[in-house]
């Protein structure tokens, strides 16, 4: 039997879409701290996971893999353009880190957004990104 070419694209977006559905979805989290938190500071630690896609470190260079950066008070560097180094506020976890210690965080309330970037540093498209709010105390 004869088949259409729209025919063959057709089944070919409907095996896409089921190759799809079997890949889950990318996602990263900020495990601690929580969304709403008082953390007695300076010191703030962050733990981060990430499902859906393989970390690894920057230098590693692999399609496919990505790493955490974490933004302290500053806002996500937009899809498409790479996170800059050097900029205050700005952390690469590079080695792919699921752990930061931030030291000399100020009294008051702060904003940390994680965002999963490939080995380029730049993020993932869709961006792939969690924000929690917190608020430092000192002793």
């Known amino acids: 039997m004869k088949r259409s070419g729209?025919?063959?694209v057709g089944m070919g977006l409907v095996a896409g879409l089921a190759a799809c559905q079997g890949k889950p979805a990318v996602t990263v989290a900020i495990t601690s701290p929580t969304d709403g938190a008082t953390v007695t500071g300076p010191a703030v630690d962050v733990t981060l996971t990430a499902t859906g896609?393989?970390?690894a470190p920057a230098s590693e260079e692999r399609a496919g893999t990505a790493h955490h950066h974490l933004?302290?008070?500053v806002d996500a560097t937009p899809p498409g353009d790479?996170?800059?180094?050097g900029v205050?506020?700005?952390i690469h976890?590079?080695?792919?880190q699921t752990e930061f210690h931030w030291d000399s965080v100020p009294?008051?309330?702060h904003r940390i957004i994680a965002v999963l970037a490939d080995a380029w540093h730049v993020p993932l498209r869709p961006l792939v990104a969690d924000t929690v709010n917190l608020v430092v105390t000192r002793n």
Do not use: M, S, V, Y
């Not at 790479?82 to 180094?85: F, L, M, N, R, Y």
């Not at 976890?93 to 792919?96: I, K, P, S, V, Y």
């Open 6 to 8: 729209a025919w063959a």
């Open 53 to 55: 896609i393989e970390l």
């Open 71 to 73: 933004f302290l008070d």
């Open 82 to 85: 790479t996170i800059p180094a």
């Open 88 to 90: 205050t506020g700005i």
């Open 93 to 96: 976890l590079g080695r792919a």
């Open 107 to 109: 009294p008051g309330p």
